[in-house]
């Protein structure tokens, strides 16, 4: 029999003692499994804290989005002698035609154009963003409806001055709940509202969400008439004028595996009627591309990190119990003379061993927990500490005395009785 | 396995030669034995120095085998068991007493005299009633809860014998069990081993000191590997027969 139910818990027991008879010896001894198994739960808490992030952007973006946003080229610069630029760049009118048409695997396409102006309700106002789009943003950037309607496909044909707001815009202009019905002015346009939608708005993470927290959504068709595509701005005593057809293009793709193909074919239609680069092609699903590069990263810096520590640990374990070993020598032929047979021997040392690297284990677990806290706390990055990953640290640990232990064990059970009985 | 009453021998040694070879030269420290250990006796072993008394009992405690010859414990042919079967039969058949105590320093006396029934597998609350049991036998009964380095020699070496006696075993190994203790001391342990041989147990000890063999009922002398005499009580005590 080579583990004895009652022989076992007086082993753990035993192995408890003779660790505790040495504190500041095993907790060094551990040191090297405690930054292993601390660095194995960070590494899982980064990538699982990745993923969760990444998937939760996913699904704010829409996982089978597309989304193309205008870029004002660096380069841009017209003719240098006048005072007055204007920069032309960002998408066309056209490029919505032409993508529908040639691209089967498009869905449908949300233009969006975007104005910068002041909100105005009675005495309050707000720096909003005006959002010329259609009917369809929003199922494709998906929010709950929180009061009234959304635009309609009546309201593009009519160009009606209508606008849904987001619910933290009301907040911010009205104190009452009620705004559909009442009218706000932005710029110099009245609008009805006819509804409101909650927003994420949120810049977190790596890809900008397609609405901000202040939006004002009205139809394009509304939006092309107040606004035109000629912005001006005043800018360090320049005045900068900018030719904007189009500032967001939102594709949904029919099927989730054909985002990144349909990417890169909007990104050739693109490339071919546009002469600069003024334009940005982002897909959401690469997020999760993106969250698992920043795993690998991870896993490699800590792995590294887990596998030297849990070796170095192994090592020092192993070191203190051929020490342990060789100071009862003694106790071992005391108990082979008594008639402990060697795989007891094996077994109590073997099981001393697996206390202190489970004793390690346990700690590490504590670093675990506290290094991913420290980096959310620092770097702002999401951590998930899963159950997985502190059995999996647990096991390992338990493996480690066990491969590192089983020599030392081996060794104390062959000596010679004899001889370990004559040893001082 | 060895069946009780089988035999009025507890031990016999057949020819038993245990030869150590050193490159060339051989070392024949025991150099054809043949004894009979009847039950119920208590024996002193003696001779000089390298006369092969200690290889004569590491043989005899099963913790060693001999080159040839046989050994029958109790009409057992145990010459030739492998480790863990000489394992079982010191666990089951035999207890050991050492020079120097040889108790476990971390463990309780409690649990130093326990450790044979822990290895038996016995359950918790037999096996601290037998160590009580055996303590309160050697007197100790007020000291298991201390460690042995808090005992006295002499103490330490009454825990020993409980040890030794808690397997109930067919007979006692002691290896100059008084080698370490003063005069006085001395007298306390060969009388408790005295008390113990009336009561039948069977003891075998080694020792070079006349005064404590005195005490045994035969004695075996040993000189190169070879029984040179066996007396049955030493010759200056009355008596004393020789063989
Ligand atoms: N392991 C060994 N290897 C070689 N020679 C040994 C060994 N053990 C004992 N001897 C030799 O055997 C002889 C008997 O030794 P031992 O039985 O220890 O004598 P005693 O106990 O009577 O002093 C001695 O010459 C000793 O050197
Ligand atoms: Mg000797």
Redesign the pocket.
């Known amino acids: 029999m080579f583990i004895h139910p009652v022989r076992f818990f007086r082993d753990i027991q035993l192995g408890i003692k003779n660790l505790m008879l040495h504190k500041l010896r095993s907790l060094l001894t551990m040191l090297g499994l405690v930054f292993g198994v601390g660095s194995v739960i960070a590494m899982l808490a980064v990538g699982e804290g990745a993923s969760a992030e990444a998937l939760n952007q996913i699904r704010k973006l829409g996982s089978r989005n597309i989304i193309v946003s205008a870029q004002k080229p660096s380069e841009e610069q017209s003719s240098a002698n006048t005072r007055i630029r204007i920069s032309i760049y960002g998408l066309l009118y056209d490029d919505v035609q032409r993508i529908a048409e040639t691209i089967p695997t498009v869905n449908r396409i949300v233009p969006v154009k975007s104005i910068q102006n002041t909100g105005r309700m009675g005495k309050r106002t707000l720096d909003m963003r005006i959002v010329g789009t259609n009917s369809a943003w929003f199922d494709l950037v998906d929010r709950p409806v929180i009061a009234g309607r959304v635009i309609s496909p009546r309201d593009e044909f009519d160009k009606s001055n209508v606008a849904v707001l987001t619910e933290h815009g009301t907040r911010r202009l009205m104190a009452t709940e009620s705004v559909v019905g009442e009218s706000i002015r932005i710029g110099a346009n009245y609008y009805e509202i006819i509804g409101v939608v909650r927003s994420e708005g949120a810049t977190e993470g790596s890809m900008q969400t397609p609405d901000q927290q202040t939006d004002a959504y009205i139809p394009l068709s509304t939006a092309r008439e107040h606004y035109g595509d000629l912005f001006s701005q005043m800018k360090s005593g320049t005045f900068i004028r900018e030719l904007v057809e189009l500032h967001q293009l939102i594709i949904e793709v029919d099927k989730e595996e054909n985002v990144e193909a349909t990417a890169e074919a909007v990104e050739r239609m693109l490339e071919i009627f546009h002469k600069k680069k003024d334009y940005n092609v982002s897909v959401p699903l690469a997020l999760l591309r993106q969250a698992e590069a920043t795993k690998r990263t991870f896993n490699i810096v800590l792995g590294s990190i887990a596998g030297i520590s849990l070796l170095v640990g192994g090592i020092g374990i192993m070191n203190i119990m051929l020490a342990s070993v060789t100071e009862r020598t003694r106790e071992i032929g005391i108990r082979r003379a008594i008639g402990a047979k060697q795989r007891q021997i094996v077994a109590q040392f073997l099981i001393e061993t697996v206390v202190l690297s489970f004793s390690g284990g346990l700690i590490g677990i504590g670093l675990g927990l506290l290094i991913p806290w420290i980096i959310t706390q620092v770097v702002k990055m999401p951590t998930v500490v899963s159950l997985y990953s502190l059995t999996l640290s647990l096991g390992i640990s338990v493996s480690v005395g066990i491969i590192f232990g089983i020599y030392p064990a081996m060794r104390a059970a062959r000596l010679d009785p ?2 370990a009985l004559r040893h001082e | 396995m060895p069946q009780s009453n089988s035999s009025q021998y507890a031990v016999r040694f057949e020819d038993i030669y ?1 030869i ?1 070879r ?1 490159g060339t030269t051989e ?4 150099d054809g034995v043949s004894a009979n250990f009847s039950k119920g006796s208590f024996w002193a072993i003696m ?12 043989l005899l405690g099963c913790l060693d085998r001999p080159t040839s010859g046989k050994y029958f414990l109790d009409d057992q042919d145990v010459s030739t068991l492998n480790d863990d079967d000489l394992s079982d039969i010191r666990l089951k058949y035999l207890g050991f007493i050492f020079q120097s105590f040889n108790l476990i320093p971390q463990l309780t006396v409690e649990e130093n005299i326990a450790l044979p029934l822990y290895y038996l597998g016995w359950p918790n609350q037999q096996r601290e009633a037998r160590a009580r049991e055996l303590a309160a036998l050697v007197g100790l009964e007020d000291r298991l809860r201390h460690r042995p380095a808090e005992l006295s020699g002499g103490q330490q070496q009454r825990v020993a014998i409980a040890r030794a006696l808690s397997n109930d075993p067919v007979f006692l190994l002691a290896d100059e069990p008084t080698g370490n203790l003063d005069t006085a001391t001395s007298i306390e342990i060969i009388e408790l081993l005295k008390k113990l041989n009336h009561e039948g147990k069977t003891i075998i000890m ?1 020792t070079h000191e006349p005064d404590i063999a005195r005490h045994a009922t035969s004695q075996l002398f ?1 000189r190169d ?1 070879k029984i040179q005499k066996i007396t049955h009580g030493l010759p200056d005590t009355p008596g004393a027969t020789s063989a």
């Not at chain 2, 070392?27 to 025991?30: E, F, I, T, W, Y």
């Not at chain 2, 001779?47 to 590491?58: A, E």
């Open positions: 004899i001889e | 245990k150590y050193m070392v024949r420290a025991l001779g000089p120095s390298g006369s092969g008394k200690s290889t004569m009992l590491n080694v040993m590997g």
